[in-house]
C-alpha cells in the first residue's frame, strides 16, 4: 500500500512538471513577466518555466560561461547577434518587442522643460544603467549626447548594473533616472503620473531599443522551448508587452 502510494505520488510529480525552461531575461521585462508566465502556462501547463533576471551584458558573459540557460530575451540585438555569430546561439534573433525609454522621479518635476530638466540645480544626481552592459543605458547616454546635454550633467550622473536597480536609485539613492518605461507598469509604480512624475523620452533621441530572443543550444530537439519562443514572439504576448508599455516590432 506504501509503494503504491510512493509510485502514486511520483508519477503526480512527474506529470505536474514533464519539462523546466530555464529562460535568461533582460531586467526590463520583469515587470510584464508574470502575465507572460500566466499565458504561457495556460497554453502550456506541463512547462515549468524558471527566469533568470540581469543585465543582457552580464547574461551574455554567464552564457558564454556554460550557464544552463536554453532561452535567452535580451534588450537589444547586438548581444544575441553576437552569442549566434560564436554558435553558441541555434536561432538568429528575431525582436519580440521594441523598448522605450521615460525619465523618471518619485517627486513632482516640471517635466515640461523635457531632457534640459536634467540641468536644473535641483536635480543633483541622475540615474542611469551602465551603458556597457545595459542597452538602456546605452540609449539613455545616446538620448543625451543628441540633445547636447551629456557633458553638461555628466558630473551628476550615477550608473547603475541593470535598468531594475537603475529604478531603485532613481527611487532612493538619485533625484531623477532613465528607465524602461515599462517598470512604469509595476503595480507598484502605477501610483506616479505622466507629467508630473515621468515623461517619454522622444525616440527620435535615441537607436530603437530591439529586443531580440534566441533559441541556445540547451534548446535544440526541444519542443518546450520551441513552444515558448513562438508563444513569446505571438500575438498573445506581443498584446501583453503592448499593455507594459512597449512598441511593438
Known sequence: MIRALTLSFLLLCSTLYASQITVAVAANVSYALDDLKAAFAKKHPNVKLRTILGSSGKLTAQIRNGAPFQIFMSADMGFPRALYAQHIAITKPKVYARGVLALFSP???DFSRGLSLLESSEIRRIALANPKTAPYGKAAVEALKKSGLYDRVRPKIIFAESISQTVAYAMTAADIGMIAKSSLYA??????????????VDPDFYT????GIVLLKGAKNRDDCRAFYDFILGPEAGA?????????P
Open 107 to 109: 517627486r513632482p518635476r
Open 208 to 211: 530603437p531599443i530591439d529586443q
Open 240 to 248: 501583453i508587452f503592448k499593455k507594459y508599455g512597449y512598441r511593438l
Open 187 to 200: 503595480p507598484k509604480m502605477r501610483r506616479f503620473q505622466e507629467k508630473r512624475n515621468w515623461l517619454t
